[in-house]
């Protein structure tokens, strides 16, 4: 009686560990995701002020000449 009881509080157990492992790759998956989102929201806002300073180099060029 003492294995089977052992088989069953160890399976449990296993089953626990991969619940809470579960749990933490779910929260750092959610990290990461929100990381990227504000990577790419100061990319695309460095994209624009490149935009920006680009076409004032444009003008700036055209004036020039």
């Known amino acids: 009686m003492f294995w089977p009881m052992l088989a069953i509080?160890?399976?449990?157990?296993?089953i626990a560990v991969l619940g809470v492992l579960g749990i933490r790759v779910f929260l750092e998956a959610q990290?990461?995701?929100?990381?990227?989102?504000?990577?790419?929201?100061?990319?695309?806002h460095a994209a624009e002020d490149l935009e920006k300073a680009a076409m004032n180099l444009a003008r700036t060029g055209e004036a020039l000449r």
């Open 9 to 14: 509080a160890l399976g449990f157990l296993g």
């Open 31 to 44: 990290r990461l995701g929100r990381q990227v989102a504000a990577t790419t929201e100061r990319i695309n």
